[in-house]
C-alpha cells in the first residue's frame, strides 16, 4: 500500500483539458505527468496565409488570453511592415491589453481559484466540491462566495472595457498593426474611466483582503509546490515607436542572477511529447504522433539554456522588484494578486493619459523584412510568436506560449517542467485531498491547455539578437 | 410572457429603443419557473477542441450576468471550466447526470469534434479504462440529451479548428450526431444569442431555425442589413483604410454575407462591435469561417483568390 498512483482528470476550473498522473511513494508525490490532452495544428493552420490576418486569427488560439496573441502579432506585423506606433497608439494598446489582463486574473481567482480554498453553496455548478481542507468559518465562507458574484460583474466590466476600443472581446479587433483603429473619443474615455475605478474598487474591497485571508488560512502553501527558483519573462506594455521598451521589465532570473533573455537560447524538446521529427531531412519540422511510446502530452518542452524556466506574475514581480518571496503555490497566488492591483492603476494612469482624437492608425503597405520575432509576457507568461514570409504570404508561424514553458513535459534528460517540479515532493496528507492538494497547486500556475497544445514547429528557433538590444527589436536576423 | 413577445424581445431589431436582450427576460424567466414542476435547465458542457473563447463569452453575459443564469435559468452540472468538482468525482457528475438524474438535459459543446485517428487529438478526460474522446463523449452524450446546442462556430461548423490543413479532421458537432444540433455560431458566440437560446430552450422549446439550424432569432438577417454604415455601401463610399469611418466593404468586410444581429444587439453589454472600431466584420458566424473570410482585409468578391489557403466563400449567403 505504501505506492500508489492518482489520476488526476479532468483537472477542471482551468482553460482547456489537463490531467495530471501522479505516482505517490509513503505519501509523498514521487513523480508527475502533467498531460495536455488535445491538440489543433495552429501553426500549419497559419501557413499560405496573408500575413496580416495572423492578428486576427492567432487570437483564435486562446479565449481567455486572445489579447496577448492579438499583442504579439500585431509587434511582429509592426516589424515586418516597419510602422510607426503613435504615442495615443501605444496607450491604447496597453489599456486594451492591460484590461484584457484585469479580466483574466479576476476570472482565475474567483471562477478557478476559489472553490479550491472556499466552501460554496452546494447547488450547480458546485456540486461535489469535496473541499476536505476547507479553513474559512462560515462567515468568511459565506461572504466570499457573495464575491464571486461580484467578479462576475467586476470581470465582465474589464471585458467591456476592453470591447469599447477594440469593439468586442474575446478576440478583439482594433489593436492592429500599425496601431488602434477605434477612435479614443472623450466618450468613450470617460466611460472606460468609469469602469477601471469600477473594477480598482473591487479589486481594493474583495480581491486583496480576500487574498490576505486566504493566504493567512493556508501559510503552509508558502512551502508547497515549491518550483526550482528559474524564471523568465519577455517584459510586458510595450512603448515607443517602434514598440521598442518594456514598461516592466524582461529578465531571466536563476539564483537570484538576474540577465536578459535571448531567444537564441530557447530549444524545444519533444522526448516526452506526442511529436516526432518529419523523415525528410530538408524538412526542420515535428509532426503530431499521437501513438508514440513513453510520451505522455500534446505540449513540448520549452527549455533556456537546456533548462526549464518559469513564467507568469510570480516572476514578472520577482524580476521587477515589485514582490519578495518565494516560489510556492501561495507565492504564486499573491503575485498574480498584486499584479492585478498594479495593472489596474496603470490603466487609469494611461486612461488619463490619452488625448481624444482620431484613431491613432498607420498601416505601412509594403513589407521592409521577410521574417522577425517578437515577444512579449502574456497573462501566464512568456509569449513568443516567429514568422517567415514570402511576399505577405506565411511560409512559417511558430508559437511559443507561456503554459508550455510551465506545463513542459520532460526533457529528454528526464528534467521536469515548472508544475511538475512543484508537484513532486508533496505530501499527500490523506485519500480524501488526493485531488485537492494537487488542484491547489496546479490552478496556482494558471493554466491554460487551449495555448499550449496548438502548436507544431520546428525543434530550435533561428539564432537572433538580443531581444534586448532595443535597436534590433524585433529581430530581423533570423 | 407570451413567446411572441419573447421572439420580439430577443430580435429587438433595429427600431426598438433599447438594445439588450433586456433585463426582461429574467423576470420572465423567474415568472414561468413558478410554474414549471421540472425546475431549470439541466446542462452538461462539453469543452472540446475550441479556444476557451466561449465559455468566456459565455461569462460575459449581461441582463442576466452569468450568477443569475445559475441561480434562475440552467443547473450546469458539468462543465470543464465552471464546476467545483474535480477528478473523478466530477466523472461521476457527468455519469449521473447523463443518466438523467437531475432530469432531461441539454448538451451544449463548445468546440468542434476531432475524426482523425479515432479521435485522439482531444481527450476530455482519461479513467482508468482509457481515455474519453471528445467524439465518444459528445456522441454518447448527444444521443441521451434532449437538446443539443452547438456554442460557437466550432463546434457548430469546425470553424478555426478545422481551418485548413486540418490535421485533426476537425468536424461541427453535427457532423457526428444523428440528430437536430441547434448551431449557436459565433467566433466567440455573442453571450446573448446563448443565452437567448436557452431561455427559449427552458420555456418554448426549440426556437425557429435558418438552413444551418441556427436560431432565425439571431442569425436571420445579415450584418449588411443593419449596418449602421449600409448608407455609405449604397453611395458607394468606401474606406481608404482601417479607422475610416466609410463602408468596409473595401477593406474585405464580410457583412454582406453573414447572418447576426451584431450591428445593433452588439458586444459585452452592447458598447461596441467590429465596424463600430473601425474594422471589418470577418464573418465569424459562417459555415466557411475563417477559411472563407480569407485574406480578412481583401474584398469579398477577391476573397480565396490571392494564394490564402482558405476556401473560396460557399456562395453569396443571405440576400443584403
Not at chain 1, 490531467?19 to 493552420?45: K, N, Q
Not at chain 1, 490603466?347 to 488619463?352: A, D, G, I, K, Y
Request: overall charge neutral; some cysteine.
Amino acid at each position: 500500500m505504501s505506492k500508489q498512483k492518482i489520476l488526476f482528470s479532468p483537472v477542471t476550473r482551468m482553460s482547456g483539458l489537463l490531467t495530471a498522473e501522479l505516482a505517490v511513494e509513503h505519501g509523498i508525490v514521487a513523480e508527475a505527468d502533467v498531460s495536455g490532452t488535445m491538440f489543433r495544428g495552429f501553426e500549419y493552420i497559419m501557413r499560405d496565409r496573408h500575413i496580416t490576418d495572423a492578428v486576427y486569427l492567432t487570437q483564435r488560439i486562446c479565449g481567455i488570453c486572445s489579447t496577448a496573441h492579438g499583442a504579439v502579432a500585431s509587434y511582429l506585423l509592426d516589424s515586418l511592415y516597419d510602422n510607426d506606433i503613435g504615442e495615443n497608439a501605444q496607450y491604447l494598446r496597453n489599456i486594451m491589453f492591460g484590461a484584457d489582463f484585469l479580466q483574466n486574473h479576476i476570472r482565475h481567482f474567483y471562477f478557478f481559484g476559489l472553490p479550491d480554498f472556499v466552501i460554496m453553496p452546494n447547488e450547480p455548478p458546485f456540486l461535489n466540491q469535496n473541499c476536505f481542507d476547507c479553513r474559512l468559518d462560515d462567515s468568511d465562507n459565506r461572504r466570499l462566495s457573495g464575491h464571486y458574484i461580484e467578479a462576475v460583474k467586476a470581470a465582465e466590466k474589464s471585458h467591456q472595457l476592453l470591447a469599447l476600443f477594440g469593439g468586442k472581446a474575446p478576440h478583439q479587433h482594433s489593436f492592429v498593426h500599425g496601431g488602434v483603429a477605434a477612435a479614443p473619443t472623450a466618450d468613450k474615455i470617460t466611460q472606460a474611466l468609469a469602469l477601471i475605478r469600477d473594477i480598482l474598487d473591487f479589486i481594493r474591497r474583495c480581491l486583496l483582503p480576500d487574498t490576505d485571508l486566504i493566504a493567512k488560512c493556508y501559510g503552509d502553501y508558502y512551502h508547497i509546490g515549491e518550483t526550482s527558483g528559474r524564471f523568465l519573462s519577455f517584459g510586458l506594455f510595450r512603448f515607443g515607436g517602434k514598440n521598442e521598451h518594456e514598461l516592466w521589465r524582461p529578465g531571466v532570473l536563476n539564483d537570484n542572477r538576474l540577465t536578459r533573455p535571448k531567444v537564441d537560447l530557447i530549444r524545444e524538446d519533444i522526448a516526452n511529447a506526442w511529436f516526432e521529427q518529419a523523415e525528410s531531412p530538408t524538412k526542420e519540422e515535428t509532426l503530431p504522433a499521437p501513438r508514440k511510446p513513453g510520451a505522455y502530452t500534446w505540449s513540448k518542452a520549452v527549455l533556456y539554456r537546456g533548462r526549464h524556466y518559469e513564467g507568469g506574475p510570480l516572476a514578472r514581480m520577482l524580476i521587477n522588484g515589485f514582490y519578495s518571496g518565494g516560489t510556492s503555490t501561495m507565492d504564486r497566488i499573491v503575485a498574480r494578486t498584486i499584479e492585478t492591483h498594479l495593472i489596474a492603476e496603470l490603466v487609469e494612469e494611461w486612461l488619463q493619459k490619452l488625448r481624444p482624437g482620431e484613431p491613432p492608425v498607420s498601416q505601412k503597405k509594403e513589407t521592409v523584412r521577410d521574417q522577425a520575432i517578437a515577444v512579449t509576457d502574456a497573462m501566464r507568461g512568456a509569449l513568443l510568436h516567429c514568422a517567415r514570409i514570402r511576399g505577405q504570404q506565411v511560409e512559417k508561424y511558430d508559437i511559443i506560449t507561456p503554459t508550455a514553458w510551465n506545463f513542459s513535459p520532460k526533457d529528454h534528460r528526464g528534467n521536469r517542467g515548472p508544475a511538475e517540479t512543484a508537484l513532486v515532493g508533496t505530501e499527500i496528507l490523506s485519500p480524501e485531498l488526493k485531488y485537492v492538494i494537487p488542484g491547489r497547486i496546479i490552478r496556482s500556475f494558471d493554466p491554460c491547455i487551449s495555448c499550449a497544445t496548438h502548436l507544431v514547429e520546428k525543434r530550435h528557433l533561428p539564432a537572433a539578437h538580443n531581444i534586448h538590444d532595443s535597436n534590433k527589436f524585433p529581430f530581423t536576423s533570423i | 410572457m407570451e413567446k411572441d413577445d419573447f421572439l420580439q424581445l430577443c430580435r429587438n431589431n433595429a427600431t426598438a429603443g433599447n438594445h439588450g436582450l433586456s433585463a426582461a427576460i429574467l423576470p420572465a424567466v423567474r415568472q414561468y419557473l413558478l410554474n414549471r414542476p421540472g425546475g431549470k435547465l439541466p446542462v452538461i458542457w462539453l469543452e472540446t477542441s475550441d479556444s476557451g473563447d466561449n465559455n468566456i463569452a459565455f461569462m460575459n453575459t449581461t441582463y442576466p450576468y452569468l450568477h443569475q443564469v445559475f441561480t434562475d435559468m440552467i443547473d450546469l452540472l458539468y462543465s470543464n471550466t465552471f464546476m467545483a468538482a474535480q477528478g473523478s468525482d466530477a466523472l461521476l457528475l457527468l455519469e449521473s447526470a447523463a443518466e438523467g438524474r437531475y432530469g432531461p438535459f441539454t448538451l451544449i459543446v463548445e468546440g468542434a469534434v476531432p475524426l482523425k485517428d479515432g479521435g485522439i487529438y482531444n481527450v476530455i478526460a482519461r479513467t482508468g479504462s482509457g481515455p474519453i474522446t471528445a467524439l465518444e463523449a459528445v456522441k454518447r452524450l448527444g444521443a441521451a440529451a434532449q437538446y443539443v446546442v452547438a456554442a460557437g462556430t466550432c463546434a457548430s461548423f469546425g470553424g478555426a479548428s478545422a481551418a485548413a490543413p486540418n490535421m485533426t479532421g476537425s468536424v461541427g458537432v453535427s457532423q457526428v450526431l444523428k440528430r437536430q444540433v441547434i448551431n449557436v455560431s459565433g467566433c466567440p458566440v455573442n453571450p446573448d444569442w446563448l443565452v437567448g437560446t436557452l431561455a427559449h430552450l427552458l420555456m418554448y422549446g426549440i426556437p425557429e431555425l435558418d438552413d444551418l439550424n441556427r436560431p432565425k432569432l439571431f442569425y436571420g438577417f445579415t450584418v449588411h442589413r443593419h449596418c449602421q454604415r449600409r448608407s455609405y455601401f449604397d453611395n458607394k463610399d468606401f474606406a481608404e483604410k482601417l479607422g475610416d469611418i466609410e463602408c468596409m466593404f473595401s477593406l474585405g468586410c464580410s457583412g454582406p454575407r453573414t447572418g447576426a444581429d451584431c450591428p445593433y444587439r452588439q458586444w459585452i453589454n452592447h458598447v461596441s462591435w467590429p465596424v463600430k472600431a473601425n474594422t471589418p466584420c470577418i464573418g465569424c458566424t459562417n459555415r466557411d469561417f475563417p477559411d472563407g473570410s480569407a485574406p480578412f482585409f481583401t474584398p469579398l468578391p477577391q476573397k480565396g483568390k490571392t494564394g490564402s489557403a482558405g476556401q473560396p466563400p460557399a456562395g453569396k449567403g443571405e440576400k443584403p
